[in-house]
């Protein structure tokens, strides 16, 4: 079974403050690194995406740096503010047979932003 | 927009009943997902369908069931609901095998006493 690792768990910051989360995988199988974010109540929604052949991605406030050598890649939030404060889940979009639509996440982390 | 509408918010349930989860989308997307959300397990991917009459397991299939009769529609059944089945369960659909966005229902929590 693919895996997508994530750290940490849990984070606060206060706000202004630069929250980084790192994501791992294990295999090379994999065409698209999205991230999603959820607030309480709703379901996940795509923040922003990553192809591994790119080695950094800007959105606004939210980057995310990619090292494929090293099969990790994180996200970034810059001048975050309170409403940044959700949970975050970092994922992988399988390229191999008969999974090629699907999505493995990690298991997620909870920020919050302390104002 | 796109719209994933799933058929209850809240739903509670007795142990050995058994369950339909309902769950609509408006883009005309070729694959739908069902998952399951419980704290610090993430997003675990129940059974999932690229196509109309298509469907196959995900990571943990074991005791649910789907169907998909019209492209628009993704039922997750629970045959004989348990206690450790009490969860937020989360529909999402997407196009295309070369789509990384994957649009999410506002999720459904099953609770089963």
């Known amino acids: 079974q693919q895996q997508v690792k994530q750290s940490p768990q849990s984070l606060i910051v206060q706000k202004g403050g630069i929250p980084i989360i790192n994501c791992a995988y294990e295999?090379?199988?994999?065409?698209?690194f999205p991230w999603y974010q959820q607030f309480p109540g709703k379901g996940p929604a795509l923040l922003i995406a990553i192809r591994p052949d790119v080695s950094e991605k800007k959105e606004g406030r939210f980057t995310i740096s990619f090292n494929k050598s090293a099969k990790q890649f994180s996200l970034h939030i810059m001048d975050s503010q309170p409403g940044d404060s959700a949970t975050y889940f970092c994922?992988?979009?399988?390229?191999?047979?008969?999974?090629?639509?699907?999505?493995?996440f990690g298991k997620g982390t909870k920020l919050s932003v302390k104002p | 927009d796109v719209k994933v509408t799933q058929s209850s918010r809240y739903l509670v349930k007795r142990t050995g009943e058994k369950v339909f989860l309902e769950c609509v989308q408006d883009?005309?997307?070729?694959?739908m997902f069902w998952y399951r959300q419980d704290p610090g397990l993430g997003l675990r991917l129940i059974y999932f369908?690229?196509?109309?009459?298509?469907?196959e397991k995900g990571d943990i299939p074991e005791g649910y069931s789907v169907s998909r009769e019209k492209k628009e529609r993704f039922s997750l059944i629970l045959e004989s609901a348990s206690t450790n089945q009490t969860s937020m369960y989360l529909c999402?659909?997407?196009?295309?095998?070369?789509?990384?966005?994957?649009?999410f229902g506002p999720g459904t929590r099953l609770t089963v006493t």
């Open positions: 999402a659909s997407s196009f295309g095998t070369q789509a990384y966005e994957q649009y």
């Open positions: 369908s690229y196509d109309v009459k298509m469907k």
């Open positions: 994922a992988a979009k399988a390229n191999y047979g008969g999974s090629q639509g699907n999505l493995i």
């Open positions: 883009m005309d997307h070729e694959n």
């Open positions: 295999n090379t199988a994999f065409d698209y």
